[in-house]
């Protein structure tokens, strides 16, 4: 095959994910695995019938139509509207997705030329670096930094030039756990505006905001032509194996990430669409009910955390608890969480690999808490040997 490398430069470095790293570290150890953000309970046992119904009947066996359902489109829409009062046509403004993970990836595609800039925030999830290098596209990174993983707005400001062609924004913001409050959003609205930028948002954690509410960006003045929101029934509902999400935008966006999505996929999960879409309807006290749960869960880990003397910076929202090793006498995170397992029998996931400056977050550790409550005290117990 010659001297050239067989994986293409925009994806070089980017082989096997850390995830997968430290699940095989999980697994050869027998250790508690609070690194891979899913839970280990199902969702709501009616929603599991619906797909199963759907299976059984025959719905959704074949390939559903290429922007998704109509009873999921329909669904969606009203979600929107139920919660924030946004108003999107099923129709021509709805695109279901194979999660949110494709969603972006077809947004990122479609939208983006090569040597387009990119501004997201820093520490990133890792799709959102990997689909900007398939577009071509150049990340340039907001960092949000300890303690408070705030951005810096007029940073963000001076990050951008004449090759800027769209904001990514993740809020709630896997892994800090920082919610964007109104002031914030509305600053980035107004820099969006003011330069003409398309905005993607990813908002799969919507449901879970502890402190204050969340906002969707697409809201606000001037943002709802220029903005595709991105979200999925995986994290909201304990699904994750489903691979369900969505896109919401005007028209013409909504069409552009279409044209790329369908050559992705084209279609995906017909009858798990069929009770995603009885998900989204499920009463109020179930959204209060699981926000409740994960807040006691996150308050369960962080306590176990601090007493283990561990920094722990505490999440606004998601599943994720980013903490700082230095109070242990540790430097580096990476070194830090590949000896966890053998220490004292836990997984965690470094934050520095998802950083493009790994200098920032070498020390940050990241925990999820979407563990039953049996599973978080055995691990704040084996923690303690720390």
């Not at 695109?95 to 501004?119: M, S």
């Not at 150049?138 to 001076?158: A, G, I, M, N």
């Not at 934050?351 to 563990?371: H, I, M, P, Q």
Request: proline share 7%; glycine share 8%; hydrophobic share 40%.
């Amino acid at each position: 095959m010659g001297t050239r490398p067989l994986l293409n430069r925009r994806l070089a470095g980017m082989g096997t994910t850390i995830f997968a790293e430290m699940s095989a570290l999980a697994v050869a150890t027998g250790s508690v695995n609070l690194g891979q953000g899913f839970p280990d309970t199902d969702g709501p046992r009616e929603i599991a019938q619906a797909a199963a119904d759907a299976v059984l009947s025959g719905k959704g066996n074949q390939y559903p139509p290429g922007p998704g359902i109509p009873e999921l489109r329909t669904a969606i829409a009203e979600h929107q509207q139920r919660f924030y009062g946004l108003s999107y046509d099923p129709d021509t403004e709805v695109l279901v997705t194979a999660g949110a993970t494709e969603a972006l990836a077809a947004a990122l595609l479609a939208l983006l030329e090569p040597g387009d800039e990119v501004i997201a925030f820093e520490p990133f999830y890792d799709s959102y670096a990997a689909c900007i290098a398939m577009a071509g596209a150049v990340r340039v990174p907001l960092t949000l930094r300890q303690p408070t993983f705030r951005p810096d707005l007029d940073e963000l400001r001076s990050l951008i030039t004449p090759r800027t062609r769209l904001l990514l924004i993740n809020t709630p913001h896997n892994p800090t756990g920082l919610v964007l409050d109104p002031s914030e959003l509305a600053a980035i609205a107004e820099l969006a505006v003011e330069h003409d930028l398309l905005v993607i948002t990813d908002e799969v954690y919507e449901h879970l905001v502890f402190s204050g509410t969340h906002h969707p960006l697409a809201a606000l003045p001037g943002m709802h032509e220029r903005t595709v929101s991105i979200s999925s029934a995986g994290k909201t509902f304990s699904f994750t194996g489903w691979k369900v999400g969505w896109v919401t935008a005007s028209p013409a966006l909504v069409s552009a990430v279409r044209t790329a999505k369908q050559y992705l996929t084209y279609v995906s999960a017909g009858p798990f669409q069929y009770a995603v879409a009885e998900a989204l309807r499920l009463p109020d006290d179930y959204f209060d009910t699981f926000r409740a749960d994960l807040l006691r869960k996150r308050d369960l880990l962080a306590d176990g955390l601090s007493a283990a003397g561990f920094r722990v910076f505490n999440p606004e929202g998601t599943y994720f608890i980013t903490t700082d090793i230095t109070p242990l006498g540790e430097k580096d995170g990476i070194e830090f969480c590949r000896a966890l397992p053998e220490r004292c029998g836990v997984v965690a996931i470094p934050n520095a690999v998802f950083y493009d400056d790994s200098e920032a977050g070498r020390s940050l550790v990241r925990f999820t808490f979407c563990k039953k409550d049996e599973v978080l005290a055995e691990a704040v117990s084996r923690l303690r040997r720390l």
